[in-house]
């Protein structure tokens, strides 16, 4: 596959069981629910423009406890994905890929969607973690 856009995201979700909706700017969007290892739900934006694929998350109502921008750099040295971001005072999980060559559908279910969505829930859920 060339190209990829939303509505080609969200059919391979779809595939994966894992439930999407659009929002009101009609961007995808994925809740993960809360359990009881993170006890917040994440949300996670997936946008699609020019054949970048990238990921946009924030966990609701989480307030790590300590320096944001040390706890986002400590998490940043320990993991290559996703890359944890303060933006407004808030921990966000942001990560993308430039799809601008010939890709296969599995490619984007294994490594794009099924990595990274996995990597933004245990990057929120290790975040406080000490080494």
């Known amino acids: 596959m060339k190209t990829i856009d939303k509505h080609i995201i969200r ?7 894992i439930a999407s909706s659009f929002d009101e700017d ?5 809740v993960q629910q809360a359990d009881e290892n993170f006890v917040y739900d ?3 934006y997936i946008l699609v423009n020019d054949n970048r694929l990238s990921f946009f998350s924030a ?9 944001l921008l040390e706890l986002a ?3 940043n040295c320990r993991k290559n994905l996703p890359t ?5 005072g ?7 890929y430039l799809l601008d060559e010939e890709v296969s559908r599995e490619y984007i279910r294994e490594n794009c969607l099924g990595m990274t969505l996995s990597s ?12």
């Open 11 to 17: 059919d391979i979700l779809d595939e994966m069981h």
């Open 26 to 30: 009609g961007d995808l969007m994925i």
């Open 42 to 44: 994440v949300a996670i």
């Open 59 to 67: 966990a609701q109502g989480y307030e790590p406890q300590g320096n």
């Open 73 to 75: 750099n400590r998490h």
């Open 84 to 88: 944890a971001v303060v933006r407004d």
């Open 90 to 96: 808030n921990v966000r999980m942001e990560y993308s």
């Open 120 to 131: 933004i829930w245990h990057g929120f859920m290790h975040l406080e973690r000490e080494d």
